[in-house]
């Protein structure tokens, strides 16, 4: 914990903090010596938050890469464990990695948890549809569940207006911006994207999107390496908080990691999108050295 934390875990403020663990440790009360291999991701952690001015940061060791979402499903279900509070309201997004953040998480005296979805539904899948992770989250906490009841992506702008001026779903909307904590994945633009795997993007629409410079998506909204939203159709289809929305939001949590994601979480950080990051290891340093390359000062 920082000394600040503690000051405010404790009520007492940061000078007496420092002076009491410098006491501490001349008293020999004290003693710090790390051994762990985990100290390198804290040191990772602290750059992370301070190159991008985030809130927070995460990071796990990188393990096998095909556990790669168990690993970060289990260390999002242990960050929201040690933050939310009873009654706090959680907006949740999409995605396999979210899914497994809905596996692990335990309630640890956590009470009336409030869900609310950040889009509509995708499909019947059920690490892809934002009705069944809301709703198991809402079971595990004795909550309730929120839900934006559409499609993710409409098959008309003109369908998309329509559903988002109804007045349920723009109540909902509304909703998920005020929420205590918000958990998103962050998706790639390559034929492994889950959006093209289920065929919500074919691969011309995907190259049409690459080509003028998306490297990842939020929401099924994408975005460049600096951040900035991409113009195009799917934009004006998709049934859920906006790009723009989710910048002015509190505690937005950004999951992610493996292969092709790289320039997706770099992307996410320069925008602004999440304000809080929890990736592996690997993938953290390769955001930083990608980061350093793009101009960005670390």
């Known amino acids: 914990m920082t000394q600040d934390k503690i000051a405010s875990n404790l009520n007492i403020s940061r000078s007496k903090v420092v002076r009491l663990l410098k006491k501490a ?77 809905a596996n692990f998480i335990r309630p640890d005296n956590i009470n009336n948890l409030r869900v609310v979805t950040l889009h509509g539904g995708l499909t019947t899948s059920l690490y892809l549809n934002p009705y069944d992770i809301g709703g198991k989250l809402a079971s595990i906490f004795d909550g309730q569940c929120y839900y934006i009841h559409a499609p993710h992506i409409a098959t008309s702008e003109k369908l998309c207006r329509s559903l988002k001026s109804n007045s349920m779903i723009k109540q909902t909307l509304e909703m998920a911006k005020i929420a205590s904590y918000s958990l998103v994945g962050i998706g790639e633009t390559s034929a492994e994207s889950t959006l093209a795997k289920m065929g919500y993007i074919n691969l011309t629409e995907m190259e049409r999107l690459r080509q003028q410079g998306a490297v990842g998506n939020i929401l099924g909204q994408f975005f460049n390496i600096k ?45 602004g999108y999440i304000k809080i990051l929890i990736a592996n290891e690997k993938m953290a340093k390769e955001v930083m050295n990608l980061g350093a390359k793009e101009g960005k000062k670390l």
């Open 227 to 271: 951040g900035e939203a991409i113009d195009c159709d799917l934009h004006r289809r998709i049934v859920a908080l906006s790009l723009k929305d989710s910048k002015g939001m509190k505690n937005v949590i950004g999951i992610a990691g493996g292969k092709g994601k790289i320039k997706a979480i770099l992307g996410a950080l320069c925008g």
């Open 25 to 101: 440790e001349e008293n020999g009360i004290i003693h710090v010596h790390i051994l762990s291999p985990l100290y390198n991701c804290l040191q990772i952690e602290q750059k992370l938050i301070s190159t991008f001015n985030l809130q927070d940061a995460m990071v796990v060791p990188t393990g096998r890469e095909e556990n790669i979402r168990q690993i970060l499903g289990k260390a999002g279900a242990q960050y929201l464990e040690r933050h939310l509070k009873s009654e706090d309201l959680l907006a949740v997004g999409w995605g396999r990695t979210i899914f497994e953040v």
